[in-house]
């Protein structure tokens, strides 16, 4: 866990939000049994990727089936430390892009994000948390792109505005537009 530590004990908080949820993470790495894994069951590490073209004006979401909507990248830890690993495998696997590259290996955002009780693969999951953190990608938006059809069911481009917008979701709603307003920092001169 300590990839993980070292990764959080550096990221940067943009606004409150973040900093109250990057002290939680760090106690979560502190006190709790299996963090890193499903295992444990109230709360476990995610981690997610905010994908963008090279000139940073428009982000790669997929479909998602569970909540049958459109949501960026992102997947469970699993066991592995190293969530920049997490979040590129994730975005490989979800949107079939090849080439993605991080804008930098840092943190981009944490946030502590609430998962409603649902069914997959035939297994009803409890409502618990996944504290995730998120990374800042790069893609091509002209390589080839594929769904994962057992998660997604479709993947696509976005102008950024239309990016928060195309979710069902009004918390993540929110998220993707703190992602969109915090790109200035990383955009291209």
Known sequence: ?????????????AC?????????????????????TRDNPLAHFTASSWI????????????????????????HNDGEEYPLAVALREAREET??????????????????PVQSHVKRGAFVSAHLHM???????????QPLRGKDDENSGVKWFPLKEAADNTDEPFMAEIYRKLNGKLEKYRPK
């Open 1 to 13: 866990m300590q990839k993980l530590r070292e990764a959080l004990l550096r990221f940067e908080p």
């Open 16 to 36: 409150e939000q973040e900093a109250r949820d990057k002290q939680v993470m760090l106690w979560a790495l502190d006190t709790q049994p299996t963090p890193l």
């Open 52 to 75: 963008v073209n090279p000139d940073f004006t428009k982000a790669l979401m997929v479909h998602h089936n569970i909540y049958n909507t459109w949501a960026w990248t992102g997947g």
């Open 96 to 113: 079939g892009a090849s080439i993605l590259e991080p804008v930098s290996e840092d943190i981009y955002s944490a946030e502590i994000l």
């Open 132 to 142: 995730n953190v998120t990374f800042l990608l790069r893609a091509d938006e002209n």
